[in-house]
């Protein structure tokens, strides 16, 4: 049976077309994916990402525990209140899923988890509990918000309390701050500025309307996919996944060798594969001519195996067909790419394409 979240009545009475999403019926978009896409850019928009698995990992043994599950250290955490991106990855180096931590205190974590790999995710986490002293607790009568865009805090601050306001006025990126039952951070997956908000199900709806009433529009799933992309950031079994490693994938910024007694999964795997040299490597691909790039089409590179797309789409922002590719490591700055039996030329750079809604220069 089809999951829905609690916002599944308001998303039909706003005419969303909707689609199953790894099990769950979710918006694709409201109308036009181009005017959200351009909203999220330019002012702000309002995504439902109920669906997502959020665990708080409880105990005074949650951050040893979270040191040896996580590639990149928590230990760069030295306040409460604070954010940390990290893959989790299997004992040969192969990314399991990526995920946020969020340091509530010193014996309270909060991890999200894509709701496609949940079951996965919650199943690992918990065979590798044996020895510390942590409990995990799913929260699933909790549901979930992402306000993002330029003008996303401005306008959500319009609809909360003084006490949530407050808490708000001094937050920065990557921070985060639990005001009664609620809890926000400044993190998001568009690349813009904006909210993630954690709060019970009985309270979302009218906290949805509120902020559609101060002008934050409601966006889908296609949006936030080439928001997301734009951004250069990567999609859990598509731009990675239990094959691939984070030193192939553009994430070895969030592997921390040191302190090497501190012995994460996979380190000893991805620590030989860093020595060996990585065979290939993450890129960003810009079509030089017209047309669409797609996930699974093969990438021509002149005297090395062929690569392959990740990720693709066409960029609302640039008004051109954008990609993320694995290639091999020897890749120049020109590429071909079969589309549907043509090949057509791309520019090679840096899987990265938008910030703050600007180009940025490859």
């Given at each position: 049976?089809?999951?829905?979240?609690?916002?599944?009545?308001?998303?039909?009475?706003?005419?969303?077309?909707?689609?199953?999403?790894?099990?769950?019926?979710?918006?694709?978009?409201?109308?036009?994916?181009?005017?959200?896409?351009?909203?999220?850019?330019?002012?702000?928009?309002?995504?439902?990402?109920?669906?997502?698995?959020?665990?708080?990992i409880l105990g005074a043994g949650g951050r040893q525990f979270?040191?040896?599950?996580?590639?990149?250290?928590?230990?760069?955490?030295?306040?409460?209140?604070?954010?940390?991106?990290?893959?989790?990855?299997?004992?040969?180096?192969?990314?399991?899923?990526?995920?946020?931590?969020?340091?509530?205190?010193?014996?309270?974590?909060?991890?999200?988890?894509?709701?496609?790999?949940?079951?996965?995710?919650?199943?690992?986490?918990?065979?590798?509990?044996?020895?510390?002293?942590?409990?995990?607790?799913?929260?699933?009568?909790?549901?979930?918000?992402?306000?993002?865009?330029?003008?996303?805090?401005?306008?959500?601050?319009?609809?909360?309390?003084?006490?949530?306001?407050?808490?708000?006025?001094?937050?920065?990126?990557?921070?985060?701050?639990?005001?009664?039952?609620?809890?926000?951070?400044?993190?998001?997956?568009?690349?813009?500025?904006?909210?993630?908000?954690?709060?019970?199900?009985?309270?979302?709806?009218?906290?949805?309307?509120?902020?559609?009433?101060?002008?934050?529009?409601?966006?889908?799933?296609?949006?936030?996919?080439?928001?997301?992309?734009?951004?250069?950031?990567?999609?859990?079994?598509?731009?990675?996944?239990?094959?691939?490693?984070?030193?192939?994938?553009?994430?070895?910024?969030?592997?921390?060798?040191?302190?090497?007694?501190?012995?994460?999964?996979?380190?000893?795997?991805?620590?030989?594969?860093?020595?060996?040299?990585?065979?290939?490597?993450?890129?960003?691909?810009?079509?030089?001519?017209?047309?669409?790039?797609?996930?699974?089409?093969?990438?021509?590179?002149?005297?090395?195996?062929?690569?392959?797309?990740?990720?693709?789409?066409?960029?609302?922002?640039?008004?051109?067909s954008i990609a993320l590719a694995r290639v091999p490591i020897t890749t120049?700055?020109?590429?071909?790419?079969?589309?549907?039996?043509?090949?057509?030329?791309?520019?090679?750079?840096?899987?990265?394409?938008?910030?703050?809604?600007?180009?940025?220069?490859?």
């Amino acid at each position: 049976m089809i999951a829905k979240t609690p916002l599944h009545a308001a998303h039909l009475a706003s005419a969303a077309k909707m689609v199953d999403f790894h099990g769950w019926e979710m918006p694709l978009h409201y109308g036009s994916q181009l005017e959200e896409h351009h909203i999220v850019r330019n002012h702000a928009g309002l995504f439902d990402v109920s669906h997502m698995t959020i665990v708080d990992i409880l105990g005074a043994g949650g951050r040893q525990f979270l040191r040896k599950l996580l590639t990149n250290d928590i230990d760069q955490l030295h306040n409460n209140g604070r954010a940390l991106y990290s893959c989790m990855c299997n004992e040969h180096g192969g990314v399991i899923d990526d995920l946020i931590v969020y340091q509530r205190a010193s014996d309270n974590y909060r991890i999200v988890l894509n709701s496609a790999t949940r079951e996965r995710d919650l199943e690992w986490i918990r065979s590798k509990c044996d020895g510390f002293s942590v409990g995990l607790q799913e929260r699933n009568e909790l549901a979930m918000l992402a306000i993002q865009g330029p003008e996303a805090i401005a306008k959500t601050m319009t609809v909360l309390n003084p006490e949530q306001i407050d808490a708000l006025s001094t937050l920065t990126y990557f921070e985060c701050v639990d005001v009664d039952k609620w809890f926000f951070a400044r993190t998001g997956y568009t690349g813009e500025d904006g909210l993630e908000v954690i709060l019970p199900a009985n309270d979302i709806t009218h906290f949805w309307s509120s902020l559609i009433h101060a002008g934050v529009k409601p966006c889908g799933l296609a949006a936030r996919d080439t928001l997301r992309l734009e951004a250069g950031m990567l999609l859990y079994g598509q731009d990675m996944d239990e094959s691939t490693t984070p030193l192939e994938s553009g994430l070895a910024w969030t592997v921390k060798w040191q302190p090497t007694e501190r012995d994460f999964i996979g380190m000893g795997a991805l620590m030989s594969q860093k020595q060996q040299g990585i065979q290939h490597k993450m890129v960003g691909l810009t079509l030089n001519e017209k047309g669409v790039m797609r996930a699974g089409q093969r990438v021509i590179i002149e005297g090395a195996k062929d690569g392959i797309i990740t990720s693709g789409t066409y960029s609302p922002t640039l008004e051109k067909s954008i990609a993320l590719a694995r290639v091999p490591i020897t890749t120049g700055e020109q590429v071909l790419v079969d589309i549907r039996g043509k090949l057509m030329s791309a520019q090679v750079g840096k899987p990265r394409f938008v910030k703050h809604g600007q180009a940025i220069d490859n």
